[in-house]
Every structure is written in structure tokens, then in C-alpha cells.
């Protein structure tokens, strides 16, 4: 992430309520039958879908990756389709931003509408996707997982703890009730608050559920072994998702690493604060950082930065993980951490490795 980059998502960023109004008008506009179709909530509700996408462009103009884009621009078609609206609305949508943005912010908006060309040839006259689902998932613990979430939409939790327990009882191990049980739950009951087939209630629901059953499975669990590590886990300021990094924090546990867990929503100068063992006197090996979204990708590049401008950090191994590194591969690389995990059990192994010359 150069700083021309950053300085032209900033801007974007500081200037994105205005644009977003000035395109949603110049939408209804250009093509009126959106307003005829949308009502008197068409502005309102186009300068809103506007202002999300700005925030994602703001994040891919950063890292000059368009698949960031493409991947909003995507969930944006499916959840729309599910509400019959037609694709072509995305579309229009997408050529009124470019056009606001070319006109407001010359020098800024060069990469903007570059990227947002490149989306659109990518993403238009596709089919819209199908996300995968968990009722169309076969093999593995597949079963397990539907029943685990259909109980819990049932608000049964007694019957989702047997189907958790019942796995762990039949030779599951942590990590695999967590990674092939719980995580295709909580992605699915994520997929269908977005088309609409659970309410915001299901969500809170199971996500809560789910909280509560992890601690009752860590309990269960013994510790395999004593390690010489310590490793931080925390989310970046500014993301609210905990589930990933309590989740990881438990398999370090298990694995026999001292884990300190800050959860969401951790500031860059907490984790650095955390890091420096003089003050704290837990000296700190391994930093774990997991981001829930793209949003929460340059507060995760900062607190990278920070951490490496840090004399007290000096040796901290960084590890990161999340759904938008599966969206681009190599962008931990552009951030300067040592290694990304594609899962919790990824992560704990990696991080073995990346501490084994420590141990020689």
C-alpha cells in the first residue's frame, strides 16, 4: 500500500456521503424506471447501496486490487437478485459512481474508475452467482453442521449441544468441531441473513449460542503439551467479529501456548502497548490479527506498521488471517506479516513453524 494509494482512498473516504448522494441523483436520472420501480425510497436507498460500495473502493483503490471490488460488487448482485431486483440497476449504479467520481476527483479517481471498469468487465454479463450453501454441502461433518444450525434457528440449544458434544465424543478433535461444525454454521446463517431468509434475531441467536457452547467444549478439552510461546490474537480496531480469534485463541491453548486474548475491536496502540514486555512482562512471540471483512483491511495494515516501527516489538512474529486474504492471495505479503493462515489449525501450525528456529 504506497501513499499515493492511501491518500487517494482517504479522500474518497472523506468526501464518500457527498458522492454517494450526487450518484444515487445522477442514477434516477439517467434511468428513471429505477425510480418508478423503487419509489420514494429510491434515492434513499441507492445513496445508501452507493455509500457501502464506496467504502469497499476506498479499501481496493488502497491495495490496487480489484478483486476487493468485484467481491462487493458480487454479494450486492446475489442479494439483490433475491429481492428480484434486476441486474441491470447494479449496473447503472456502478456507471454513475464512476461518472460522479471522475467529475469531483480528477487526480484522486484515476485508480477508482480504472478498478471500477475493470469490475464491471468482469463481473456483467456473468451469471449471478450462487453462493455455496450448507444445505447443498455433502460428506465430512456437513450433516452435522445442518442439524447444529437448524436447532439452533429451532432455538433448541440443548439439541445443538448434543450434536457438538455428540462429535466430540465420537474422536472429533477441537479443531475440527470448530472448523467443520461451527464455522460452516456461522457462514450460513451469514448467507441467509443476506438474502433475507434469516432475520438479524437468528443471527444474534446463534451467534451467541455458539459463543457460549465454545467455552463449554474448551472446558472439556485437555491441554496436549506445554509450549515455550506466548502468542497475542486480538481483532483490529474497528471490527466488531471476536468468534475468529476466540476460536483461534483456543486451539493455541490446546496446543500448549500462554494466549492472550484481546478480542474485537483492539486499537493499534493496545496491541503495541501489549507487545512490549518490559511494561508487561509477558514477552510476546507470535501476534495473530484476524480481520471479518476488507473494511478492516488498512486498520490491519496500520497496526502492522506500527507494530514494525516498534522497538518493543522487535522479534514479534505477525500472522494474519481472514476472508479477504482467500479474496487475494497475496495481499499479507503487502502488508508485511510473516505468514497467513487459511484456518485456526493453519494458524497454530504455521506459527509453530515460524518459531522453530527459536527453538533450535
Known sequence: MNTESRQAAETIDGVSRAIAGWAATRLLERAPGIQVRYGASAERLWKAEMLQRLGHLAVAVAFDRVELLVEQVQ?????????????????????????????????????ACRLIDEALKRVFGTPVPQPSSLLDATGGDSTAARLYLL??????????????????????????????????????????????????ADEHFVTHATQSMMAQLRMDVPVEGERPWRVLAASVGGDHHDMGVRMLADLFEVAGWKVDCLGANTPADEIVAMLDACQTGRPIHVLALGVGSSLSLRPLADTIAAVRASRAAEGVRIIVGGQPFQIVPDLWKLMDADACAPNFSDAVEQSERLMAPARS
Open 151 to 200: 436447532h439452533l434457528l429451532e432455538r433448541n440449544r440443548d439439541r445443538a449441544w448434543h450434536v457438538v458434544h455428540g462429535a466430540r465424543l465420537s474422536g472429533r478433535s477441537l479443531a475440527q468441531v470448530y472448523e467443520r461444525i461451527l464455522v460452516p454454521s456461522m457462514a450460513e446463517v451469514g448467507r441467509m441473513w443476506h438474502m433475507q431468509e434469516a432475520s438479524v
Open 75 to 111: 454479494w450486492s448482485r446475489v442479494a439483490f437478485s433475491s429481492r428480484q431486483i434486476q441486474d441491470i440497476d447494479v449496473v447503472e449504479s456502478m456507471h454513475a459512481l464512476r461518472d460522479v467520481l471522475a467529475e469531483q476527483l480528477p487526480k484522486q479517481a484515476m485508480v
